[in-house]
């Protein structure tokens, strides 16, 4: 018994030294265990924007990616919007409008079927109609800064049979309206509009 009890008081004793050693947590500046290493991230990306080490557009381009379906597909020889098409413009629509500051261009691709001729004037017509859905939607003009024909230079499936997955348009983050629109500090405040926006949906 009086063996047990010694060997339990030197266990004791030591947790108490271990807990006194550099490695305490006693021992570490205030707070340091709460900060997972991306303390003065947010402050760092945001200067880095503001000073050109960043591209605002990138950024936001693989958000829209991420956040947003980019294409709409087309049946063929048609520049309609059906029903899914709309859907997915609707999505871009609320997405742009979050971002008066961007510029977008959308692109209009068809297959291979047809002259290429015949398929430049196709693919301007999707991106004519989609530009058009936009607006209509609210989105402003200006943001739009083009709509470019790709005709059928540019496939997804290279194949001389109707292929719907090439009968698109894709819409793009080209750039900022005006790069002076956004000052020291505004790309923190185009953030906090929009999560005010999202709050109150």
């Known amino acids: 018994m009086a063996m047990n009890r010694r060997l339990f008081l030197t266990g004791v ?15 570490r500046e ?3 265990v709460l900060d997972e290493g991306g303390f003065g991230n947010p402050t760092m ?4 924007v503001h000073t050109g ?7 936001m381009s693989r958000r829209f990616h991420a956040e947003v379906p980019s ?4 049946a063929f020889d048609s520049a309609a919007l059906d029903v899914e098409a709309r859907t997915i413009l609707r999505r871009q629509a609320h997405w ?3 971002f008066p500051e961007l510029r977008f261009k959308i692109y209009g691709h068809t297959d291979l079927v047809g002259s290429a001729a015949y398929n430049q004037r196709l693919g301007q017509r999707r991106a004519d109609a989609v530009a058009a859905h936009l607006a209509s939607l ?3 003009r200006r943001s739009i800064e083009a709509v470019v024909s790709r005709g059928e230079t540019q496939p997804l499936i290279v194949t001389e049979g109707k292929e719907p997955a090439n009968r ?14 956004l000052l020291d500090g505004q790309y923190a405040a185009i953030v906090h509009r929009e999560y005010v926006a999202t709050a109150q949906r």
């Open 13 to 27: 004793a030591g947790l108490g030294l271990t807990a006194c050693g550099p490695s305490s947590s006693f021992q």
């Open 30 to 32: 205030a707070g340091s």
């Open 45 to 48: 990306h945001n200067h880095m």
């Open 53 to 59: 080490q960043i591209n605002l557009a990138k950024i």
């Open 71 to 74: 294409m709409v597909n087309f």
């Open 96 to 98: 742009m409008k979050q």
């Open 138 to 140: 609210g989105v402003p």
């Open 168 to 181: 698109r348009t894709v819409t793009e983050i080209s750039g900022l309206v005006r790069r002076d629109m």
